[in-house]
DNA sequence: GCGTTGTCGAACAATCTGTGCGGTTCCTCG
DNA sequence: CGAGGAACCGCACAGATTGTTCGACAACGC
């Protein structure tokens, strides 16, 4: 089970890359064409063109499959690193947006109804960390107690997915990243100033 | 396939209602368990004490079933008729969060991962409906054309999903809707406002 | 080239789904 | 109260899907 780790440094066997790659694809495909719940290991083999014991040989299951897209698509972690005291509040919501943008299909194929599940809470964790480094840096956050700071952190990350999924839908498809940003911005950031008593730049229009 | 439909008026065969109260709260128990997906028939009707043709004379699916018992949580609709011009604006999102509330068993249930797609669709419209006819109401909305009015609209109904979902958590399952909603108000109306260009009574603390 | 490793393909038990059909029990209506 | 019928049971069935096993074969890295 789960023999060699993807694109592993030591360059492993060239079958193995290849199996696991046309598995992943085939999986992708399906899902974008009937959702996750109705592709069956035999349907994403047969596309693969993979024997069904080479299946299980690499992944226990359809959802570790599924995992397995999942990691691929590397939601940047909390980097806090390169953060300056006085940046600008919540300035990295756009480079996250295009971040997302740049992978949409995965994207649509992962979240899309069902199956996203998995993946929302794998998603949404690390969002709650970065949301959770920013509040902390702003200085408001320490006249918050734990649980207003967990509030809004949730809201904040709730919102964000929020705008993912309503941008993945065929009517939004075609916005650029720097709309929706804008859009999250003006409508997310003035409740999250109010409650942390803090001024922040808000953009108006819409 | 489906016999009798739920409770109809003329009152029916009690052994009808009796068996379909049994698998509902069977479906219901089990989802809760162990999670819809990981649900089967066989579980249910194990549970509900049932035979097996006798679910299929009332069901059609597994879905089908959740479809019942979803239908029994009567998501409120466009209840508008009783508005007054100058109400004050969302005045009524206590109520819903204490309808909600009530039924919270039920609702977590329905909404727990998976299965919360099917439902979150339905509940999702009326909702819609709902922030629609308030935005409409409003004497700002005239001058949003219908594309940011469909974001703002997609943006109340998504948070307050959002906020529902954060309730049936373990850890804040005790909240009063009262508190629930006031955190609701004081993070998304602010934002409201600011695309409306409206003012609104804006909660502070938190 | 040689040993190792991955893959194939077919067969397998186990589980689940829907459907069908007698036989029995309970309800409704007259 | 006593038909007649509706609802239920339970069992058996075909079809699908899952996950495992195995021997034979091919491709790989060294």
Known sequence: MAIGRDDARPRRDRRVSKTRKALKEALTDLILEKGYEAVTVQNVIDRADVGRSTFYAHFVDKDDLLMAILA???????DTSDWKPDDPAFGWTLELFRHFGSGKRLFKAVASSQSGAVARRETTQRLEKLAQAELSRLKAARTLDAFKLQ????????????FMDWWMREENEHLPAEQVDHAFRSLVLPGVANVLELELELPKSL
Chains 1, 2 share one sequence.
């Open 151 to 162: 509030t809004v952190v949730r809201f904040l990350v709730g919102t964000f997915i929020g």
């Open 72 to 78: 691929d698509l590397e939601v940047p972690g909390p």
